[in-house]
C-alpha cells in the first residue's frame, strides 16, 4: 500500500537494538517474564535507581550504575553508550511517566527493546475493582497538588501518583479545604510487593500514619455544600476569580475562549493579563495546553498566579513587563489575546508578526479609541469583527430592572499560511 511502512520485527533487528529498558515492580526478579530477565543480566551496563537494582538483585551481571542528579544527566550517559548492549530499569511502565517517555525523544524505537511491568495505575484497579478506562489517573510526583483541582468533580474516579509519605495527607487537606472534606479516600502503598498494604478512610478524618513513601492515593470524589467545582465548558464563575476589577467577564470569556478555538498542545499569549482568567480557561480546555500571561502590574501578576494555582492549573506562566517589550524571546504562539493594551504603541503590531501562521489573535476593546483601531484592523486584514452586549437583571428599588455592561467589540483573526 502506498505510503505504508513495515517495522521490523525484533528479531529480525536485534543488533540494531542496543537499548532496552525493563519495567520492574516491589515484587523484584520473581514479576519479571524470562525474556525480560535474560535482558538484564546479558546488558553490559545497567542503569537503575538504587531500589531498582536492588530489585534487579543477582540478575544484574554487568555494571551497575545508579541513576544520576539531576535527571538529564542519566538521559547523557545513556546516550553517550549508544552501540553497547544498555538496560535501563524503570517503576512499571516505562512510558507511564517514565524515563522510557524521555529516552523515546533521542531514541528511535527500531534501536530499543521494551519490558514493560504493570503500572502502579494497573495494579490499583486491580486492587480496588475499578475498570482503569473509567478512572482518571494523575501524578503530582514533583508536581504541585494544585493539579487535583481541576479534576474534582462529583462521582469521579481519581488514582493520584505522589512524591511522598507526606502526600495523602496533604491530598486530604486539598479535598477539605476545597469542600471535598466528604470523599474517600484509598491509599495503596508499595503495591506489588512483600510490603503492599491497603487502607482506606475519608479525607475530612484523615489520620494514617506510617506511610510508605511508594504510595499512591485513589480518590471517590463527594462534593459538600459550596465545593469548588470547576465546569467543564468555558465562562467559569467570576466569583471563582480574585481581581481588582480587570476581568474579562464571564460571558465575554466564554466568547473569547470560543474565537481563540484552543487545539491540543497549543501556546496561549495572554498580552495584559490582569487576573488570568483566559489563560487559566485557555488551560483547563486540556492538559496538553500552556500559557503565558504578560502582565505589567506586579500585584496583578502576583494574584493571577494565586488564580492560576486555585483553579488547578499552577502551570501559567506569568511574565511581568510591558508589552511589547515584554515579549521579546518567548516562545511563538499559536494564539494570542489582547484584552487590554491592544491600542498602546507596537503591540498590535508585534503580536502579529509573532503569531505562528495558522494562529489566531483575538482583540476586545471598551474604549471608542481601541474600537477605532479594530475596525481599522479589521478593513486592513478582514476576520471577524463583533460587538458583544451583555445586560443583568438588578433590584430597581422593589422591582428587578435591566443593568447593561459596557459593550465590547471583539476582533477575531486567523493569520494566513497554517493549516485550515
Known sequence: MPGSETIASAASTADDRWLTLVGIGEDGLAGLSPAARVAVEAAEIVFGGARHLALAGDAVKGEARVWPSPFARGIDAVLALRGRNVCVLASGDPFLHGVGATLARHVPAEEMRVFPAPSAYSLACARLGWPLADVTCLTVHGR???????????????????????????????????????????????????????????????????????????????????????????????????????????????????????????????????????????????????????????????????????????????????????????????????????????????????????????????????????IARHAALGGDLTRLSIARAVPVGGLTGWRPAMPVTQWSWVKPGGAP
Open 144 to 374: 504541585s497538588l494544585d493539579l487535583v483541582r481541576a479534576h474534582l468533580h462529583p462521582g469521579r474516579r481519581l488514582l493520584v501518583l505522589t512524591s511522598d509519605a507526606a502526600g495523602p495527607g496533604e491530598i486530604a487537606r486539598l479535598l477539605v479545604e476545597s469542600g471535598f472534606g466528604g470523599s474517600h479516600l484509598t491509599v495503596l502503598e508499595a503495591l506489588g510487593g512483600p510490603r503492599e498494604r491497603v487502607r482506606r478512610t475519608v479525607a475530612e478524618g484523615f489520620a494514617l500514619d506510617d506511610i510508605d513513601p511508594l504510595n499512591l492515593v485513589a480518590v471517590e470524589v463527594a462534593a459538600g455544600e459550596g465545593a469548588r467545582i470547576l465546569a467543564r465548558a468555558p465562562g467559569l464563575p467570576d466569583a471563582l476569580f480574585a481581581h481588582d476589577g480587570q476581568l474579562t467577564k464571564r460571558e465575554i470569556r466564554a466568547v473569547t475562549l470560543s474565537a481563540l478555538a484552543p487545539r491540543r498542545g497549543e501556546l496561549l499569549w495572554d498580552i495584559g493579563a490582569g487576573a488570568g482568567s483566559v489563560g487559566i480557561e485557555w488551560m483547563l480546555a486540556d492538559p496538553s495546553l500552556a500559557a503565558i500571561g504578560i502582565e505589567e502590574h506586579p500585584e496583578r501578576a502576583a494574584r493571577a498566579r494565586r488564580n492560576a494555582a486555585a483553579l488547578g492549573v499552577p502551570g501559567l506562566e506569568i511574565v511581568e513587563g510591558r508589552a511589547p517589550e515584554a515579549l521579546s524571546g518567548l516562545p511563538a504562539p499559536d494564539a494570542i489575546f489582547l484584552g487590554g493594551g491592544a491600542g498602546d504603541e507596537g503591540v498590535m503590531d508585534a503580536a502579529l508578526a509573532a503569531l505562528k501562521p495558522g494562529g489566531r489573535l483575538v482583540a476586545n476593546a471598551v474604549t471608542l479609541e481601541t474600537e477605532a483601531l479594530l
